[in-house]
């Protein structure tokens, strides 16, 4: 089946430290991968996506690499600012009809 | 350029009392998903409709809800006969085609009491 794990939260750090988000995954084919974040009541909001193997996605400083030999998409930045303070959804999916979410990792960055 | 639409944002209803849900999907996408988000926990998908059509209700529960994606009009998520177990926040995503990023509205947060 298809399913997603993330790493557990909260996560905190310290406003220009490095994020890493760990994210693997288990699918059957050949999955297409998110990451979305989601800001205190609201929805969530497409942050980037890989679509096929070695792929890299990016946006607004984040990054993730689709790795199939390790079934991973962990999500990096190399210097994380307050207003990243959201959590973090892992997603993916095979047919189009539903994604798989994470359970999500939840962000706070202190100045 | 609207987003998905959902409403309302919070819905208070009464064990046994029913609950509507509304979307209307962004301009354009043709594709509606429900999802489910219990606290502390990662969305659940509960179905896929088209216009008329539900194409995937795998995650919906088998008694007391039901969802409609009418020609005209918003998609509808309908719960009968709340129970407290129902309360979540229930988000609508929409997508132009399959296998597109899906974009979500900001949840309709439902409580029951």
């Known amino acids: 089946g298809n399913s997603v794990t993330q790493m557990e939260g909260p996560v905190t750090l310290s406003e220009e430290a490095f994020l890493t988000i760990n994210c693997t995954y288990t699918?059957?084919?050949?999955?297409?991968l998110f990451w979305y974040v989601q800001y205190p009541g609201e929805g969530l909001q497409l942050l980037l996506k890989?679509?096929?193997?070695?792929d890299k996605g990016s946006n607004k400083g984040f990054e993730a690499t689709y790795r199939k030999e390790t079934t991973s998409f962990h999500l990096e930045k190399g210097s994380v600012q307050v207003s990243d303070s959201a959590v973090y959804f892992c997603?993916?999916?095979?047919?189009?009809?539903?994604?798989?979410f994470g359970t999500g990792t939840s962000l706070t960055v202190i100045p | 350029n609207a987003g998905v639409m959902q409403n309302p944002r919070h819905l208070v209803r009464r064990r046994g009392q029913e609950a509507r849900l509304r979307c209307s999907p962004m301009?354009?996408?043709?594709?509606v998903y429900w999802y489910r988000q219990l606290p502390e926990e990662g969305l659940k998908f509960m179905v896929y409709?088209?216009?008329?059509?539900?194409?995937?209700e795998s995650g919906m529960p088998k008694e007391r809800f039901s969802a409609e994606f009418p020609k005209e009009g918003p998609s509808i998520l309908r719960i009968q006969q709340v129970v407290r177990g129902d309360s979540a926040a229930y988000f609508c995503?929409?997508?132009?085609?399959?296998?597109?990023?899906?974009?979500f509205g900001d949840g309709t947060r439902l409580s029951i009491l």
């Open positions: 409709l088209q216009k008329e059509n539900i194409i995937d």
């Open positions: 995503a929409s997508s132009p085609s399959q296998n597109q990023p899906q974009h």
């Open positions: 890989a679509t096929k193997a070695d």
């Open positions: 997603a993916l999916t095979n047919t189009g009809n539903q994604f798989y």
């Open positions: 301009k354009g996408h043709s594709h």
């Open positions: 699918a059957t084919g050949y999955p297409s």
